[in-house]
């Protein structure tokens, strides 16, 4: 098992788990996504994921397309690895899980070395609506970012703050996406 994380670690060129497409965006765009879940008990099926699906029930909701979806463990370089290749193949990559303050909660490091621009008012965004819930909510390093043509978000792992956390910023998501990809709609409502 070790030998082929390795192994896809090494590969740039990994190949991405395909799942149907959902229901298209009724608006001019679709926006098409990637699930990233990120948990040492889940790759491993320990734990049930409950973020990844919950993330997917989200995103449908909006209209995205789900292209990809996948649970790897605590790991920084094959988390960089899985963002890299599925931010070139999707517009919207989420993640969930590992952005605490274990030693394993590497999400938002991987994160930061893969983007190009940070956006840092979604982390803040998120982190704000959850000290409405809880004050742990302020122990979340999650962040979001560009890569190429893709917007990068990470959540937190359970599925509680998932929806919580992504139901925050949910409504503005499409209109990243339009501007990520160089529309010329305004901003200015």
Excluded at 73 to 97: C, F, W
Excluded at 142 to 164: D, F, Q, Y
């Amino acid at each position: 098992m070790r030998s082929e994380r390795k192994k896809q670690q090494d590969n740039q060129d990994i190949p991405l788990p395909m799942l149907r497409a959902g229901t298209p965006m009724s608006s001019s765009m679709a926006i098409t996504a990637a699930v990233l879940t990120i948990s040492d008990k889940g790759s491993v099926g320990q734990r049930v994921d409950e973020g990844g699906p919950a993330v997917c029930e989200l995103l449908r909701g909006i209209g995205a397309e789900i292209l990809f979806t996948e649970i790897i463990p605590d790991e920084q370089e094959l988390i960089k690895a899985r963002l890299i290749a599925m931010s070139e193949k999707v517009d919207l990559v989420i993640t969930t899980g590992g952005t605490g303050l274990s030693s394993r909660d590497v999400t938002p490091d991987a994160t930061l070395e893969v983007i190009e621009r940070e956006v840092p008012g979604i982390g803040e965004t998120m982190r704000a609506e959850g000290l409405k819930a809880t004050r742990r909510s302020m122990l979340s390093r999650a962040t979001a970012g560009i890569r190429g043509g893709a917007l990068i978000v990470n959540l937190p792992g359970s599925v509680k703050a998932v929806r919580e956390c992504l139901a925050t910023i949910l409504d503005i998501l499409p209109h990243a996406i339009e501007k990520i990809k160089g529309l010329t709609s305004d901003c200015a409502r």
